[in-house]
């Protein structure tokens, strides 16, 4: 046999152009943003002082860091035996067990614990529903705008995107439905409508219970599964949105994708999948990935029993109210001649309408004073579409730099305006 070293793999590999090894699906993904996932590894500014308002996470000083300790050494000083094991597919029992009774509290279901699939985040989530229900050139109805991440996945599917448009009330029913009748006449199928209907990702907005239940009647009749984002729904700020896809359908044509993100940490990379036997069945066959880390789940699982959880929550919802005040104040004291802003009544995110002036011109004005942000043509799946909204992710960043953020956005304004 030929001597096989280092250096001669190195010679073998030069110059190999990885890209024609990708996977169609892979190619079919397009690029990301900068900003993704809230890295900011390469941030567009030289500024020695930035404020990042770009990648839609907590308050990293607001961790229930205490309780995440207390869950951890909890499970491995008394369960290290199932915690530090495999935990199968679906995930730590005892975990699903606590989500379904809390979820059943909350949504008025009647979920058991073989109706949650623990993850890897709602992201986790996505992928795996793609991965069971989504085959090359399916069809997935997607709202413009939405969550860039998600779009990017569901085409390493190699699905078809196709987007309606939608409004503050979500997405417009009539054009929907018109879309899918001309989908099935040209003999497309059409297998998921994936939304986010509380406290949108970019819009911040909430889907009526009107346009729910069109939604549920107009999938239902032509078969297509509602992937239901709940990334953000219990991050209201005063009274909870309507009731959820899930619990209007018990749960029939609907999975839900739910996260602690969020709600509790990112860092946990948690998340479950809510979803009736028929569903649950087959996305549990399709996962290869042994599943995800039950010591999380122990830890998850002692942070919901106890009540801690409600309570960190309750918290959040209450700081975040106040981060979105200081945002939306700031933005109207500095910047009301240029620009038009909805005030959310949950979640992370201000989406935000330029008056004057064209948002990617902004949007390098604004680094250049030390504000980045994201473009709101990033959430369009034609990036030429929109040039006159910016999305602001206010949850992280300190008060000061919330009340900062106003009088550098206006820097910017003036700058791209004179
Ligand atoms: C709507 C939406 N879904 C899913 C995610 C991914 O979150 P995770 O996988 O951490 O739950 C995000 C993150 O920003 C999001 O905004």
Redesign the pocket.
Known sequence: MDFYDKNTAASEWKGVDVDHLLSSGARNIGAGSATD??RFWRLPTEHPDPIVLA???PDDTALPVEDIIKGFTNAIENNASDALMYGGWFGYEGCRQAIANRQNRLEGTSLESNNIIM????????ENVCKAFIEADDVVIVESP??S??VRAIRGFQAEVIEVPMDLNGINVAQFRETIVKLSEQGKRIKLFYT?PDY??PMGSVTSLDVRRSVLETCARNKIIIAE?A??TELYYDAPPPPSYYALSNGHGVIK??????IIA?GL???WIQAREEFAEPLTKVRFDMGNSPLVHYALTDFIVSGRLEEHVASMRALYRDKCKAMISTLRENCDTYVEVEEPEGG??LWVECKKGKASELIQASADEGLIFSLGSIFFLDKGIDDNHFRLAFTRPPFEHLDEAGKRLRRAFEKILD
């Not at 993850?119 to 996505?126: E, K, V, W």
């Open positions: 996932a809230g990648g839609g996470i993850h890897n985040g709602s992201s986790g989530c996505l939405s969550y991440g998600t986010i949108h990702n984002d990334a953000y994708l739910c996260s602690f993100s969020k990112t990379r948690s998340g992370f995110f």
